[in-house]
């Protein structure tokens, strides 16, 4: 009975271990990768992004698995979908001081 007794005293001190690790780490990393595949299926053309590199566009033309991102007047640059960090359309654009 003393080793059945032992296991439990471990069980009690992993169990929650475990759970506090699952509920920190691995399911809100989930919930954003989540948010990240909902985010790119749903790119469009004329959305503002900002890719993985800092690089600010509108998206041209969506591919697959490419993007074509206008980054100015007769400039486009081809990006994998991968590397576009998040999607501007809806925030307020600053202007610009010339």
Excluded at 27 to 47: C, E, T
Aim: with cysteine.
């Amino acid at each position: 009975m003393p080793q059945q007794s032992a296991l439990t005293q471990m069980l009690f001190m992993y169990v929650p271990i475990i759970l506090i690790f699952y509920f920190l780490i691995i399911r809100p990393q989930r919930q954003q990768q989540k948010k990240l595949k909902a985010m790119l299926d749903n790119l469009k053309k004329n959305d503002d992004i900002v890719t993985a590199s800092g690089i600010h566009g509108t998206v041209a033309i969506v591919k697959e698995k490419t993007v074509v991102v206008r980054v100015d007047e007769g400039c486009r640059i081809e990006f994998d979908r991968e590397s576009i960090a998040s999607v501007t359309s809806g925030e307020v654009k600053p202007e610009v001081v010339k």
